[in-house]
């Protein structure tokens, strides 16, 4: 089984090697494609015109911010407002709302110079969003005062923060070229290196799992040696719920089967010898049976021609004749019984309701009438093949013994014997249970031997006849006892379900 165990092991690797390698030179490929098109010179030169244009565009808004500036110093109602505090405050108000927009804005605004006027607006612009460009420009009035404008406009950071990922964009990237070689050979090194660590770890997984069940597999094949060389009775352990295990179940099963058929085969064996045997001991003990019988009789007629003292002769040969007579008697009814075991009748079988057949019996059983013999048969119709009149034999001589037992046991007889039908699979169960004192353990094995019997005045042929019966007709016939610490007996009928 080691050499199986390597062959899956070496299959399992071979599985597991073959897409890696593939998946290697695929990874490496697709590395190097990748990197190649993130670092085309379309992509870089398109990165480094996004990065000047942003870098133009911040210049301009910042040239922007001072002409804006420059144009306010000029503004003609700014200047020709100067001296008036409230009109100089409305053209700033005024200007600086029409200087604010999504890009900017203005956030301080004020002419200083013999008075000063301040338009502030920082409120309206967080510092942590906008970033602020200062701007003084002169202005002169029309009385020849000088003023100064001074002027803070905010753009937002945004614009800086993006100028500022777009050049790490750009400097990575340049990076990337640089060291595009050895960054093609880094990924491809570590998808390798993650590949063979999850070979590595399929395998030693693999290893495991095919060795737990090669075990289970041996265990069957060593199984199958030992029944091979006779050994019935070796069982398999049933080990988790695959198909192993349905296997080593089946396997089971089919050793039960074959076990229950040597077990019978070897009983009818049995039976057939003592059957032969039993022939040729009825055909012994017969002849002598008649001579016997008419030599004692002519021994009597003749008696009063023959002896001297006829009362005393008479009296003798009376009680001769009365004790050959009775073991005469003794010897028909044990050759009968010889004869009936010797000569069983061929099972003719037909299809019956088991059911209504054994309520029958026991309604047409008075002799059992006193035992108030409880039937427990319900539940739907069942139909088995049976031979109604050696059934009967059968189902008669176990409700007897139970009888018996009960009688023998000096037990009230009332619901001293049950019996139940029932469905068992693909059998009908007939079971009859009495509450005797039950079977010693040492008699259990040898109930259905022929000529084995505890009875003072049994011939041991009752139940080898019940059993031999039963077995011609498909079934099989089981023994329990004791059913409790009280004692009790169950023998159990099974026979072969119809439908």
Avoid at 261 to 284: G, K, M, N, P, T
Avoid at 315 to 339: C, H, K, N, P, Y
Wanted: aromatic share 6%; hydrophobic share 45%.
């Amino acid at each position: 089984m080691n050499r199986f165990l390597w062959k899956v092991v070496s299959l399992m690797m071979l599985v597991a090697v073959i897409p890696v390698g593939i998946g290697v030179i695929v990874v490496d490929q697709l590395v190097q494609e990748t990197v190649a098109i993130g670092l085309d010179d379309r992509v870089k030169g398109s990165l480094a015109r996004s990065t000047e244009v942003y870098r133009n565009y911040i210049s301009l808004r910042r040239e922007a911010i001072g002409l804006w500036v420059t144009a306010l110093a000029h503004d003609e109602a700014l200047v020709a407002a100067l001296g008036n505090d409230r009109k100089v405050r409305e053209v700033l108000a005024a200007r600086a709302q029409a200087g604010s927009g999504e890009h900017q804005g203005v956030a301080y605004l004020s002419v200083e110079g013999p008075a000063k006027i301040v338009v502030d607006r920082s409120g309206s612009y967080p510092e942590a969003q906008w970033r602020g460009r200062e701007a003084t420009r002169t202005l002169r009035g029309a009385d020849g005062t000088e003023w100064t404008l001074r002027a803070t406009v905010v753009v937002p950071w945004s614009l800086f923060h993006d100028y500022q990922a777009l050049g790490g964009v750009q400097e990575t990237f340049e990076n990337m070229d640089a060291r595009q070689a050895s960054l093609s050979g880094a990924y491809s090194r570590a998808f390798v290196a993650s590949s063979l660590g999850a070979l590595l770890l399929a395998v030693l997984l693999g290893v495991l799992l095919a060795r737990g069940t090669t075990g289970r597999l041996a265990r069957l094949h060593a199984a199958t040696a030992v029944v091979a060389a006779g050994d019935l009775d070796h069982e398999v352990a049933v080990r988790g719920s695959d198909e192993i295990a349905d296997l080593t179940r089946a396997f089971n099963g089919m050793v039960g089967e074959l076990r229950q058929s040597r077990d019978r085969v070897a009983y009818l064996e049995r039976v057939s010898a003592w059957q032969e045997i039993a022939r040729r001991l009825a055909h012994e003990i017969k002849n002598p049976l008649t001579p016997i019988l008419l030599a004692v009789q002519q021994l009597d007629r003749k008696f009063d021609a023959y002896a001297e003292d006829p009362p005393r002769y008479r009296s003798l040969v009376s009680d001769s004749l009365e004790i050959v007579t009775e073991e005469v008697g003794a010897l028909r009814r044990l050759v009968q019984e010889f004869r009936d075991f010797a000569r069983l009748p061929r099972v003719e079988p037909e299809p019956v309701e088991v059911r209504r057949y054994v309520a029958d019996f026991l309604k047409t059983s008075p002799q059992f009438a006193e035992y108030v013999v409880a039937f427990d048969a319900e539940g739907a119709e069942l139909v088995a093949d049976v031979d109604t009149t050696l059934m009967r034999r059968c189902l008669d001589n176990l409700v007897q013994n139970a009888a018996h037992a009960v009688d023998g046991a000096g037990l009230p007889r009332a619901g001293s014997v049950c019996v139940r039908v029932s469905r068992q699979g693909d059998e009908v169960a007939i079971q009859v249970e009495d509450s005797g004192p039950g079977i010693a353990p040492e008699n259990l094995a040898l109930l259905f031997q022929p000529y084995f019997t505890t009875k003072g005045d049994g011939t041991g042929l009752g139940l080898p006849i019940v059993r031999k019966t039963v077995i011609d007709h498909g079934g099989d016939i089981t023994v329990q006892s004791p059913l409790s610490e009280d004692g009790g007996t169950r023998f159990e009928i099974r026979l072969p379900a119809i439908g």
